[in-house]
């Protein structure tokens, strides 16, 4: 059973940066793109950034220029390098990974979730 722990959540201040990080266990060999999404309180779950599994990379348009995603596929790992964060950034964000190797932005297309970690964001 695949489990993902996510680490590296916490209290920035606008304009301030945090580095999410994600481990996979478990059976993650072989697997496919890996993805931040993130829920804000009454917010429906949306993309952060996706990597696949050859290294191509989505954004959503919110976090363009501002958040990074990186991928080492022989540990097993995802991180996201979030900078410039803004109040609006503020969610619980979940590391997630799916059997195939595109790219896909929605929930439904991914196999395997963390627990979330939390992300404040002071104004």
């Known amino acids: 059973q695949v489990q993902l722990v996510e680490s590296g959540g916490g209290l920035a201040q606008a304009g301030g940066s945090l580095r999410l990080s994600c481990v996979g266990s478990?059976?993650?060999?072989?697997?496919?793109?890996m993805a931040w999404f993130r829920q804000a309180p009454g917010k429906e779950r949306e993309a952060v950034s996706v990597?696949?599994?050859?290294?191509?990379?989505y954004y959503a348009d919110s976090v363009k220029g501002r958040f990074t995603i990186s991928r080492d596929i022989a540990k097993n790992t995802v991180g996201l390098q979030m900078n410039g964060l803004k109040p609006e950034d503020a969610a619980v964000y979940f590391c997630?990974?799916?059997?195939?190797?595109?790219?896909?932005?929605?929930?439904?297309?991914?196999?395997?979730w963390g627990q979330g970690t939390q992300v404040t964001v002071s104004s």
């Open positions: 997630a990974v799916r059997k195939l190797w595109a790219i896909a932005t929605t929930s439904t297309e991914y196999d395997y």
């Open positions: 478990g059976g993650t060999f072989g697997l496919g793109a």
């Open positions: 990597i696949s599994r050859a290294g191509a990379t």
